[in-house]
Nanobody, 124 residues
Framework: QVQLVEPGGGLVQAGGSLRLSCEAS????????MGWFRQAPEKEREFVAA????????YYADSVKGRFTISRDNAKNTLYLQMNDLKPEDTAVYYC?????????????????WGQGTQVTVSS
């Protein structure tokens, strides 16, 4: 079993930056692909970004491409999401997710471990 915890999040003005982190514990050796998803009020959870175990392959939603960067430090068992040029429409609860499988995917159902979520609010 892998536990994922996302400290951080917060309130930022439009155009600002924020970095999210996600710390894995437990059976961390079993974690392959990882990703970030988000859910805004009254909307379905949506894919944001994913990364392979090695970190060499990444995949982004069109809405965040060029503004967000996903990365990971396997030595620290930590996943990151650097968010730049934030917009009010980025406001959501952000969730990190992990899977023991390696192939990158944008489907929430392909991830078996989830963090509790952290609130990101972007003011205009």
């Amino acid at each position: 079993q892998v536990q994922l915890v996302e400290p951080g999040g917060g309130l930022v003005q439009a155009g600002g930056s924020l970095r999210l982190s996600c710390e894995a514990s437990g059976r961390t050796f079993s974690v392959g692909r990882m990703g970030w998803f988000r859910q805004a009020p009254e909307k379905e959870r949506e894919f944001v970004a994913a990364i392979s175990w090695s970190g060499k392959a990444t995949y982004y939603a069109d809405s965040v491409k060029g503004r967000f960067t996903i990365s990971r430090d396997n030595a620290k068992n930590t996943l990151y999401l650097q968010m730049n040029d934030l917009k009010p429409e980025d406001t959501a609860v952000y969730y990190c997710a992990g899977s023991r499988f390696t192939a990158i995917t944008n489907k929430a159902g392909d991830f078996g471990s989830w963090g509790q979520g952290t609130q990101v609010t972007v003011s205009s």
